[in-house]
């Protein structure tokens, strides 16, 4: 009976170790936020795309606006979506903290959680290209941010299609952190490890 405590004991210990072990090495990996955003057009158009940054340099608005290096972003990818929900192009805007896009404009507050102001990503200069922007009205005419969004593809040098529109507002979502993910994992194997504990004492009467 001792040497069976004794072999249950080191296994939860195990577990704890390896577990606690991989939680602390991801959280000193990166302190990164990840954050999904969401978009639908009226006529069944639609976007998604994916965005990070570094919460312990980065301030509590972000402000982005053009090419080359960001303030605070990390990455930023955009897809893009017929009414049929088949994909039509996934762009990557921010790659390694630079942005490649000159029409780039990206406003975020990272205490509520929204987005505001100024909003043009996907936007590039070749032919076919796809863009989501609230500051670029049918015309190619620029305006003040506003509440409705305007997809559009790129025809000619000097002309966009506009394939969408609304009103509806971009949603935000937070992607699970790999230390909860651990986290999850670490109680999943204690209780398996005193599941197994318990069967074996019962099996001993």
């Known amino acids: 009976m001792k040497s069976f405590f004794a072999l249950a004991?080191?296994?939860?210990?195990?577990?704890?170790a390896l577990c606690t072990t991989c939680i602390i090495a991801s959280t000193n990996l990166a302190q990164a936020v990840n954050l999904t955003f969401d978009w639908k057009g009226d006529a069944g158009y639609s976007?998604?795309?994916?965005?990070?940054?570094?919460?312990t340099i980065s301030p509590a608005i972000i402000s982005e606006s053009g090419g080359?290096?960001?303030?605070?972003?990390?990455?930023?990818?955009?897809?893009?979506?017929?009414p049929s929900q088949e994909l039509i192009v996934t762009k990557n805007e921010v790659a390694n903290?630079?942005?490649?896009?000159?029409?780039?404009?990206?406003?975020?507050?990272?205490t509520t959680g929204n987005l505001f102001g100024?909003?043009?990503?996907?936007?590039?200069?070749?032919?076919?290209?796809?863009?989501?922007?609230?500051?670029?009205?049918p015309g190619r005419i620029f305006i003040s941010p506003g509440a409705t969004y305007y997809l559009y593809q790129n025809i000619t040098a000097d002309?966009?299609?506009?394939?969408?529109?609304?009103?509806?507002?971009?949603?935000?979502?937070?992607?699970?952190?790999?230390?909860?993910?651990l986290g999850t994992l670490l109680v999943?194997?204690?209780?398996?490890?005193?599941?197994n504990r318990t069967r074996a004492k019962a099996s001993k009467y």
Do not use: C, H, W
């Open 118 to 137: 100024a909003f043009d990503v996907g936007t590039g200069t070749g032919i076919g290209d796809i863009f989501l922007s609230n500051v670029e009205a």
């Open 9 to 16: 004991t080191a296994q939860v210990a195990t577990s704890l």
């Open 68 to 82: 080359g290096a960001t303030k605070a972003l990390q990455s930023l990818s955009i897809s893009f979506f017929n």
């Open 188 to 195: 999943g194997m204690l209780g398996v490890a005193l599941s």
């Open 47 to 55: 976007a998604s795309g994916l965005f990070s940054y570094d919460e």
């Open 97 to 110: 903290g630079v942005s490649n896009n000159q029409f780039f404009e990206f406003n975020f507050d990272t």
């Open 159 to 181: 002309y966009s299609q506009l394939l969408d529109s609304s009103t509806n507002r971009i949603k935000i979502s937070a992607v699970p952190e790999s230390a909860t993910v």
